[in-house]
């Protein structure tokens, strides 16, 4: 008999098999649910076409947005701008009564003062109720407007007024014109004129001017290829036009000695034109006494030298020599080579001698005496006698010294190759060292002396002939056929004083050597002209041309340079023809 408690426990068990459903439907709905809870796929991205897309879009909005507030704006003004004009008619065309148009004849208009007044009250109401509508400037209808004149400033306060804004370097004198402009005037009448060439940009062309100069100008020589070129050429052989044109021969501090100078320029259409790169002027200049140690010198004329004035503290003077170097033609020369030389008669020359170096073919030794044995060439044309005596050198290593001649050629086949044979005429030399190791004879030297004699010769009668100096340049401008002094000797200084009420920086000073063809410029400073460099006792011209009190003062002096100070000039009132008469005088008497 079950106990209770087994009753219980069989209760229980039913209920939990009541509660517990069959396992088997689930699994295959657990399957299918599985099924449908797929992952997700890819969001979605944002590429750089729909990037580029939207930042199109936005912008194109911004831009609709802006034109059509503009747009807006515009009609806005518009609108406002129409009123304004209709309001301004009505106004305008509003009848006024006979006493309010006798007010404003009266008060309106004052002619003497330039005086405008509004005497309308109505007008002055409706102007002020549209400036408060506006909030824009309120004018005083109440006060007049006056409109001054303006005055005419006279010259006097211009120039006081420039100089109150620029510092004056050098004192205004108001008593009278400039005098570099006087003198610059003066020496513009005394310019020589140029002579003017055209040509044709695509031919070979050669030009001759007056005085000789000739130049070839290959085609396409310039820069422009093609049209008329004008060739401006200027030419100063003689001292006469070399003074009237404030030239000099410098390069720095050295002397020159001068062949002529030219200044050539080139224009196209009144267009400066310039030597193309890759070609070439040939310049020829006249001479009648040639001269090889001439070469070519360039000029520029960039201004005076500034770090030789700042060496003197002396502005007043500084700005006067500024201003009138840049009015003399004041020209550096730089020296650009292609010296014209001939042969010296002294120079090297050099000869063909025989060519015994290396080792004898044989040394023979005995107990008295070393022989050595020298193999000669069958094509040598001194005999084995000559060739001998040429070896004697070698006395000090041999004491007996042989010669054989060979009886064929060099290279001949059974001839061995390292053997040294004497060749003949196969080596060249300097006389004096072909002299120096006995390989000249007497005969040799003799003839040498002769060839001397006969270049010297040579060298004199082509110096005679030649008639012109050959120069190749680059570039136009100036050019000088020069040379430099190498006979000055000792040098010197001296000092120039003009006088009371004479400025420096108002002169022109030459000197003129009579012994060459050589002109040098003075510099100033502490008032008084300074010549540097100069060779001592040269008798030299000296000539200066300045402005005193509006007058152009000149002097020509002969003298010596010598130190210290010369202060006996005789400086005289002179016009162009004066002194071009005094220059031609003084030409004259230079022996050239």
Excluded at 4 to 33: S, Y
């Amino acid at each position: 008999m079950r106990s209770e408690q087994q009753h219980i426990d069989d209760f229980i068990r039913n209920k939990t098999d009541e509660f517990h459903p069959d396992q088997q439907g689930l699994q295959p709905n657990w399957q299918q649910m599985q099924k449908m809870l797929v992952k997700p796929g890819p969001k979605f991205k944002i590429t750089k076409s729909s990037k580029l897309i939207k930042y199109v879009g936005g912008i194109a909005v911004v831009t609709i947005i802006t034109i059509t507030a503009i747009q807006f704006n515009n009609k806005k003004k518009a609108v406002t701008t129409k009123k304004a004009e209709v309001k301004s008619e009505l106004v305008a065309n509003k009848p006024v009564s006979e006493q309010k148009i006798n007010t404003v004849k009266k008060s309106a208009i004052d002619h003497k003062a330039n005086t405008v007044v509004v005497a309308n009250p109505k007008v002055e109401n409706k102007i002020q109720h549209s400036n408060k509508a506006r909030k824009t400037f309120k004018p005083d209808v109440a006060k007049s407007v006056t409109v001054k004149p303006r005055k005419r400033i006279s010259d006097d306060q211009v120039t006081q007024v420039i100089a109150t804004r620029k510092p004056a370097t050098k004192e205004v004198k108001a008593d009278g014109p400039d005098p570099l402009l006087i003198l610059e005037r003066f020496y513009a009448e005394l310019e020589k004129t140029p002579e003017e060439f055209f040509i044709r940009a695509d031919r070979d062309t050669v030009l001759k001017a007056k005085e000789g100069t000739r130049l070839t100008i290959p085609s396409n020589g310039f820069d422009k290829k093609t049209g008329t070129i004008k060739i401006i050429l200027t030419e100063f052989y003689s001292d006469e036009d070399m003074i009237t044109g404030k030239l000099s021969t410098t390069s720095g501090d050295r002397q020159l000695i001068t062949g002529g100078m030219l200044n050539i320029r080139a224009e196209a259409d009144g267009t400066p034109v310039k030597i193309s790169p890759e070609k070439k002027i040939v310049v020829e200049m006249p001479t009648k006494n040639f001269d090889d140690k001439m070469q070519l010198f360039t000029g520029s004329t960039n201004g005076p030298n500034m770090s030789s004035i700042l060496k003197y503290d002396y502005p007043r003077d500084t700005v006067a020599y500024v201003i009138s170097g840049k009015t003399s033609n004041r020209i550096e020369w730089t020296p650009a080579g292609q010296e014209q030389s001939l042969m010296d008669a002294y120079a090297p020359r050099v000869f063909k001698v025989p060519d015994i170096a290396g080792e004898p073919f044989k040394v023979k030794y005995t107990d008295k005496k070393v022989i050595a044995t020298y193999l000669i060439s069958r094509d040598v044309k001194m005999s084995n006698r000559e060739v001998k005596e040429k070896l004697r050198r070698y006395s000090l290593y041999y004491d007996v010294i042989k010669v054989r001649r060979l009886m064929f050629g060099p290279n001949f086949p059974r001839l061995r190759q390292d053997l040294n044979i004497i060749q003949g005429d196969s080596i060249e030399m300097k006389f004096e060292s072909a002299l120096r190791l006995k390989l000249v004879s007497k005969e040799d030297s003799a003839r040498y002396r002769q060839l001397i004699q006969k270049d010297s010769l040579q060298r004199e009668n082509r110096r005679k002939y030649l008639s012109n100096y050959k120069f190749e340049i680059k570039d136009l401008g100036w050019i000088n056929c020069d040379r430099f002094n190498p006979n000055q000797g000792p040098l010197t200084e001296f000092t120039l004083n003009l006088g009371e009420g004479a400025e420096p920086g108002n002169f022109i000073t030459q000197l003129i050597f009579t012994n060459y063809r050589s002109m040098m410029r003075g510099q100033f400073v502490d008032d008084k002209i300074r010549f540097r460099n100069v060779p001592l006792n040269e008798p030299v011209y000296l000539v200066t041309v300045g402005v005193v009190n509006g007058k152009v003062l000149s002097c020509v002096k002969p003298m010596n340079t010598r130190p210290g100070e010369i202060n006996d000039l005789d400086l005289e009132e002179t016009n162009t023809e004066q002194f071009r008469a005094k220059v031609t005088e003084l030409v004259k008497s230079i022996p050239r």
